[in-house]
């Protein structure tokens, strides 16, 4: 596609369910990133993904956070036994392979309020 | 592990004032630096990136320095407009490798009036 394409746009559920947020990057960008935005913060880094490497997941806050990636397609973070303070925008970024300093394309985000 | 310090905001300027936001940062090696903004209602996008001491990034206006002495990357203006009025972010990746995790300062706000 021609951005970083992120569903739903918005999400609204009840606390302790489970949820899926969707992101398809760039055609032919091997990395992909999952940021979260809480309202009036900054990026908090959650995982990363570089072609056929082991992710790197040591942002992820709890073992309730979960993410996979098929090969460099789409990506799907997944937030189990939702909790209020999951409330945030989740963000997906990728880079093209091969440049010294990729630029990072972003998606527009999933507003995920946890009520 | 690596770091990004910004300046708190929020930052409110003239129309025309003269901008800084300090970024400083913390890395092993020699890592890529960049500035990505944040407009309202929009996601976030590249401004400038500079990958060696003494680059110098520059777009829209905006220019910022790669200082490793200092382990600084400074966004600069000279003559702010309203249409500049974002969230502006700095950013780093670690050297060595086009890959990696870019790691974020906390964002600064920036409004500007007419």
């Known amino acids: 596609g021609a951005g970083v394409s992120q569903s739903p746009s918005n999400k609204v559920t009840e606390k302790g369910k489970d949820v899926e947020l969707r992101c398809d990057p760039i055609?032919?960008?091997?990395?992909l990133y999952w940021y979260r935005q809480r309202l009036g913060q900054g990026l908090e880094f959650l995982i990363y993904f570089q072609g056929n490497s082991a992710p790197d997941k040591s942002g992820l806050p709890s073992d309730r956070f979960s993410a996979e990636r098929t090969g460099e397609s789409v990506s799907t973070l997944t937030i189990q036994r939702t909790q209020q303070e999951d409330s945030a925008v989740y963000l997906c970024?990728?880079?093209?392979?091969?440049?010294?300093?990729?630029?990072?394309?972003f998606g527009q985000g999933t507003r995920l309020t946890v009520v | 592990g690596n770091s990004v310090t910004q300046m708190e905001g929020p930052v409110t300027l003239s129309e025309e004032a003269f901008l800084t936001i300090n970024c400083t940062y913390t890395a092993t090696g020699y890592p890529s630096l960049f500035w990505y903004v944040q407009y309202p209602g929009e996601g976030l996008q590249l401004l400038l990136k500079a990958t060696k001491a003494d680059d110098k990034g520059s777009n829209k206006g905006f220019e910022a320095t790669y200082r490793k002495e200092t382990t600084s990357f400074h966004l600069e203006k000279g003559s702010v407009q309203v249409s500049d009025s974002a969230v502006y972010f700095c950013?780093?990746?670690?050297?060595?490798?086009?890959?990696?995790?870019?790691?974020f300062g906390q964002g600064t706000i920036l409004t500007v009036h007419p």
């Open positions: 970024a990728s880079t093209s392979p091969g440049a010294r300093a990729p630029e990072a394309f």
């Open positions: 055609s032919g960008h091997t990395a």
């Open positions: 950013a780093l990746r670690r050297g060595g490798t086009s890959y990696g995790k870019l790691t």
